[in-house]
Structures are given as C-alpha cells and as structure tokens.
C-alpha cells in the first residue's frame, strides 16, 4: 500500500480531516495538536475521534501523524519555556491516544546556547519523564536542519537521544527530506548512500515515517524552507526515488508542501503516478 497524505487544518475536527483526505485521494493526514505557535487546545470529543478510526478502517488509511506546535522547546534554556514544553506534550499525549497508535511528531528542540550535550540531556528528560508502556502512540523525533542551535540536524544527535530513552519501542524518528537535504545529506545523488548511514549510526528499524517536501535551498544551506513537489532543489526525479525506494516505500509519507487543498491534491495524484 502507498499511505500518502498532505497538511490538514484541524478546524472541522477529526473526521472532517479524514473526510478531506479522502476526497484529494489521501489515505492518511497530518494535523496539529494545537496552534503552531502554541497555546490551548481545543476539547477532543470522543465521538468524532471515533468517527474517524472507523472512516480510517473503512478507507484503510495508513498511520496519521500529531505535529506538535513548533514553540516546543524541551532544551530551552528558559525554565518556563521548558515547563511549556512538558505539560503541552503530556497534554498532546493524552489527546493522540483518542487515536490509538498513530504518531506524535515532535522538533527535538534548540539549545539556544547551552551546547548539543545540554540539549540532548533536556530532551531525553522529557522523553523519559512523559513516555510511559502503557502508551500506544508512537513518538517521533524530527530530522532537522541544524539551523541556529537546532538539535537533530545529524544523524548523530538523534542517536544520541535515542540512547538516552528508556522506552525505546515508544520513540522513533520521522525523516524530512527537505530538512536533511539543507542538513548536508545528499538525498539526490546519493540516496542509498544516506541511508546506509542512517542505518549504520541510528538504525533503518527506527524510520517510521517521513515528511515528503522539496527544498528552496542548496543542500547544507540550512534553511528549512519547504518548496512543493519537483519545484524545488530535490527534484521531481529524485523524490520519485524516495517513495519508490525499497527501504522507504513501506512508511507513511506525509506532504507539508506550501499547497491548498488543490495542489495537495495535485501532487498526490502525482505522486501516485510516479509509484512503480
Ligand atoms: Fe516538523
Ligand atoms: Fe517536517
Ligand atoms: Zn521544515
């Protein structure tokens, strides 16, 4: 099965979400847990969560993706930044298991400072403070960049926090390939060769999903600015490359592409055509 599905605005709830994937030809989706810059959620209603577990039965969706917002910054070097951190994600984690066992996707965080080692210190704190066994969502770090003091910007320090979590069976990592590509990875000319390495210091069994966006940038820029599919420094070839790979094909892709409704639904029905 190839899951692919774009960006939703989670205005109209959780079946309306799944009802617009479906109707641009997705079988699966990803939402924010809340606004992107932060703040309050909304109150889950169990009913409409239920409403769509079995709309995603009845169309066989693959995994969908939580994002959390972007403020959250677990290795802030602000204790209130911090503490924002941990209770909207304990938060989030209560909210995801009105759908369980999808994923909860998650910036590792900015050490602003304080050093990679810091960082990685604060971040597996959390992990290890909220991830519990009893929990059926699965937590995804984020390939980043590095721009600014970011964290995740290397294979390296994703490791690193991985080692450092307990419940391993709980977290995993989602790949974007823009991110890596402005990160330095050569995606395009060397796609086997980035992953032989993904597998050699993190390891493929962690690569549960991936975010499916071209780059406006020049690989290692680190920049993080999406560009929508084949319009961008990836290519169209290359991305073809990335949903048909042995290795990847098996994974949820999720589209985060500067796109409306329209032109996910575009890229989508591309996209389908490009899957051998
Ligand atoms: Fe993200
Ligand atoms: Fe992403
Ligand atoms: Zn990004």
Avoid: W
Avoid at 244 to 258: A, D, M, S
């Amino acid at each position: 099965m190839f899951c692919i599905g774009p960006h939703l605005s989670t205005t109209g709830g959780f079946l309306k979400m799944g009802q617009t994937a479906v109707e641009i030809g997705a079988n699966t989706f990803q939402y924010f847990t809340r606004n992107p810059r932060g703040g309050r959620a909304k109150a889950i209603d169990p009913a409409d969560a239920a409403a769509l577990i079995a709309l995603m039965e009845e169309e066989q969706f693959g995994p969908v993706m939580a994002h959390a917002p972007y403020t959250l910054n677990p290795c802030s070097d602000k204790p209130s930044v911090r503490e924002f951190a941990m209770q909207t994600m304990a938060d989030d984690l209560v909210r995801t298991e009105y759908l369980p066992g999808n994923f909860y996707n998650f910036h590792p965080g900015s050490h602003v400072g304080q050093g990679i080692e810091a960082g990685i210190t604060l971040i597996a704190k959390q992990l290890n403070t909220l991830l519990t066994s009893d929990l059926t969502t699965t937590v995804l770090l984020e390939t980043m960049t590095g721009k600014g003091s970011e964290i995740g910007g290397s294979f390296e320090e994703l490791r690193e926090i991985c080692d450092r979590v307990s419940l391993a069976d709980k977290l995993g990592i989602c790949l974007d390939t823009c991110h890596i590509h402005d990160a330095g990875y050569d995606i395009v000319g060397d796609l086997d060769g980035v992953l032989t390495e993904f597998d050699r210091v993190i390891g493929l069994e962690r690569l549960q999903a991936i975010h499916l966006n071209d780059s406006k940038n020049l690989r290692g820029a680190k920049k993080d600015r999406h560009a929508v599919i084949g319009g961008g420094e990836l290519g169209l070839a290359a991305l073809t490359r990335v949903i048909n790979h042995p290795v990847l094909r098996v994974l949820p892709f999720f589209l985060e592409t500067p796109n409306e409704l329209p032109g996910y639904a575009e890229e989508i029905r591309l996209l389908r055509q490009l899957r051998v």
